[in-house]
C-alpha cells in the first residue's frame, strides 16, 4: 500500500463516576455475601455476571431460594425470551453471562457485580461499564475467590489502579489474604486492616440510586 494509515482501536478505560470495589473471598463465601449486601434494602436495577451460562442457572436458582427477584440471561434462551426480559425488565436483579455485557442497551442500572472474575480484562471494562450511564453514578463490585487472584490483578494493572477491597462480613468466617502472585497466601480475618480510601462510599447504599 502507499501511504497507508495505521488505526488502532483500544477499550476505554471505565468512567470515573463508577465506584469500582472488591470482596476477596473464598468460593463458598460469594453468596452470603449477596446476603449481607441485601439484607437491609431490596435490590433495585442490578445485574450480576457470572462466567458460563451453567454458573448463571445454578445462581439464580440459589438466589430463588433466597427469595430475591431475579431472571436470567444466557445462550440457551431462545431470542424471543431474551428480548422479552430486556424490553420488560422488571425484576430486581438480572443474571447473566456476558452475552449481556456488551451492544445491549439497559438505562439506569445502579449496580454491577461480577460474581466471577472475567478471563479478560476488556470484559471487565464492558461489564462494569453496563452502570454509571446517561450521567447516572454506579457501582461494581467483583468477587475475587482464590483461584481468581491473578486475573483480577491483570485487571488492576489494565486499568491502572488498585481496586479497593472490602472486608468479607465476620459472620462469613475467614477469608484468603489477597496474594494474587502466588496465589497460596494465608487467611485473615473479616477485620481486614488494609488502607481505606475515604473517598469511597459503601457499595450497597448505590443499589438504591442515591
Do not use: W
Not at 92 to 119: E, K, M, Q
Not at 152 to 169: M, T
Amino acid at each position: 500500500l502507499r501511504n497507508p494509515e495505521e488505526i488502532k482501536l483500544a477499550v476505554s478505560k471505565p468512567a470515573e463516576k463508577i465506584i469500582q470495589t472488591a470482596y476477596i473471598c473464598y468460593e463458598n463465601q460469594k453468596l452470603g455475601i449477596i446476603q449481607s449486601l441485601f439484607q437491609d434494602q431490596t435490590p433495585e436495577r442490578v445485574i450480576i455476571f457470572a462466567s458460563s451460562k451453567m454458573k448463571v442457572k445454578e445462581v439464580t436458582q440459589a438466589f430463588r431460594r433466597m427469595k430475591l427477584n431475579v431472571g436470567e440471561m444466557h445462550s440457551d434462551l431462545e431470542q424471543a425470551q431474551r428480548d422479552q426480559i430486556m424490553h420488560d425488565f422488571k425484576i430486581n436483579i438480572l443474571i447473566a453471562t456476558d452475552i449481556v455485557s456488551r451492544g445491549i442497551d439497559i438505562d439506569d442500572i445502579r449496580l454491577v457485580i461480577n460474581y466471577d472474575v472475567p478471563h479478560d480484562s476488556e470484559d471487565y471494562v464492558h461489564r462494569i461499564g453496563r452502570t454509571a450511564r446517561a450521567n447516572n453514578d454506579g457501582c461494581a463490585i467483583t468477587f475475587v475467590s482464590e483461584k481468581e487472584q491473578t486475573q483480577f490483578k491483570s485487571i488492576e494493572n489494565f486499568i491502572g489502579k488498585d481496586i479497593y477491597k472490602i472486608p468479607v462480613p465476620e459472620e462469613l468466617g475467614e477469608a484468603p489474604e489477597y496474594n494474587p502472585r502466588s496465589n497460596n497466601g494465608g487467611k485473615r480475618k473479616g477485620n481486614f486492616k488494609g488502607k481505606r480510601n475515604n473517598s469511597t462510599r459503601k457499595p450497597g447504599n448505590n443499589t438504591n440510586g442515591k
